[in-house]
């Protein structure tokens, strides 16, 4: 059973930094692409990045040149830097694996003054 736990949200002020992670257990890792998602109040979860197993990656249009996703295949973890944060930002961030596994919990993160 693959298990998704996300971590490294907050809150932060805009222009500010936060980085997330989302450790992966089973072996779907060392084969599957990787997403992060959010879902802000009101709103459908929408995808933010994305990264296949041998590191290309694609991104969401509001979020390019401020996000970076990369992922560490030893430590089954992919990461998502956030830079440049914006009010339309905050959401809880969530990571998914394609093929899909069951979702965690996500990581709130809040971009206030």
């Known amino acids: 059973q693959v298990q998704l736990v996300e971590s490294g949200g907050g809150l932060v002020q805009p222009g500010g930094s936060l980085r997330l992670s989302c450790a992966v257990s089973?072996?779907?890792?060392?084969?599957?692409?990787m997403y992060w998602y959010r879902q802000a109040p009101g709103k459908q979860r929408e995808w933010v990045a994305y990264?296949?197993?041998?590191?290309?990656?694609l991104y969401k249009d509001s979020v390019k040149g401020r996000f970076t996703i990369s992922r560490d295949n030893a430590k089954n973890t992919v990461y998502l830097q956030m830079n440049s944060l914006e009010p339309e930002d905050t959401a809880v961030y969530y990571c998914?694996?394609?093929?899909?596994?069951?979702w965690g919990q996500g990581t709130q993160v809040t971009v206030s003054s």
């Open positions: 089973g072996s779907i890792f060392s084969t599957a692409s």
């Open positions: 990264i296949t197993r041998g590191g290309t990656t």
């Open positions: 998914n694996s394609a093929p899909p596994s069951p």
